[in-house]
């Protein structure tokens, strides 16, 4: 995840801090203008003793973020940030077009309560669609999990109309499960990481789902259902469903239908989709459910080889992730 923001370990890096007893303070970026060189959540963490990891910018904003956050450490309020150039000197700052950047700094402890930071970390480890709210002007701060779906589901921070609102999205890393470990699995899953994807690869067949085919990456010998089991299925989960064979692809499948994946694709023909559709039904699957499953998998892009086929299929992941319905 994509996974996460940018810096995606800042939270826990924040609290590790703060209980050494080093303090730590949070920078985040909470609106762009222009050609910011960091999206919106980006952050950044500043412990007392002037350790940085992350980053709001391209540079130069840095060292100004720094030394506002090392004085909120010692007042213990937040402070909101704003850095704007034009694009004469737009370089010097890391804004390369030109641009606009407001940075909210919170000491963790007093303006950013460490029991609402833990909170936090624990959504943040169990995989929990969270967001995080700040009232920019009052400091008022919550977690919420159902407020705001359309941010979540697009994995989109930013400031909401009232102008001083700002909601940081916590969606969990992404994770692309392929079942079957085939040549197009070998080209899809470094382009998914990439992408920032967390793949695991389900094959039963040891021939096929070896460490040698797949250098380093996560592999689970379980058959398909067993395996969707222990890794558990979620909102912020692809499914793709590569072997050709029903008697491994559908366990999966099945499964995937009756959760909240926010992707099923299936590889194989208009026939053999018809063919899958029509045992999903003998299964007892509704027709909205069948709907979800994208097959022939992948957007038409006219591919060929296993590459290209991966292409299509990262193409088709994105526009669904992005709300964009191929």
Not at 169 to 191: D, E, S
Not at 302 to 323: F, H, Y
Request: hydrophobic content about 45%; aromatic content about 4%.
């Amino acid at each position: 995840m994509q996974s996460m923001t940018p810096f995606e370990h800042a939270p826990e890096t924040a609290l590790d801090w703060h209980k050494a007893g080093t303090g730590a303070a949070l920078a985040t970026v909470v609106q762009t203008w222009g050609s910011a060189p960091r999206r919106t959540g980006s952050q950044l963490v500043v412990s007392g003793e002037g350790q940085i990891e992350g980053s709001v910018s391209g540079g130069c904003v840095e060292g100004a973020v720094v030394s506002e956050a090392l004085e909120a450490l010692q007042d213990g309020q937040h402070r909101l940030l704003e850095f704007g150039v034009s694009d004469a000197d737009a370089f010097a700052v890391g804004l390369a077009c030109g641009g606009t950047i407001k940075v909210l700094v919170e000491p963790v402890g007093t303006a950013l309560p460490a029991a609402l930071l833990e909170e936090l970390v624990a959504a943040r480890a169990a995989r929990s669609l969270v967001a995080y709210e700040v009232n920019l002007t009052t400091g008022a701060r919550r977690l919420t999990g159902t407020d705001y779906a359309d941010r979540m589901r697009m994995d989109r921070s930013g400031l909401e109309e009232d102008g001083e609102t700002f909601v940081a999205v916590h969606n969990p890393p992404l994770r692309l499960i392929c079942v079957g470990a085939v040549h197009i699995t070998q080209a899809l899953v470094p382009m998914a990481r990439i992408a920032g994807y967390d793949p695991v690869i389900i094959d039963p067949r040891t021939a096929f789902a070896s460490q040698e085919r797949f250098p380093g990456e996560t592999l689970m010998d379980d058959w398909p259902d067993e395996a969707v089991e222990k890794l558990g299925l979620d909102t912020r989960t692809a499914l793709v469903l590569l072997t050709h064979d029903p008697k491994l692809d559908d366990p999966a499948l099945q499964a995937a239908l009756a959760a909240d994946v926010f992707y099923i694709g299936a590889l194989g023909s208009k026939k053999t989709q018809a063919s899958r559709v029509a045992r999903m039904q003998e299964a007892g699957f509704t027709e909205d459910q069948i709907a979800r499953i994208h097959g022939p998998i992948g957007l038409d892009i006219g591919a060929a080889g296993p590459a290209e086929i991966a292409v299509s299929i990262l193409s088709e992941l994105t526009a669904v992730l992005r709300g964009k319905q191929p």
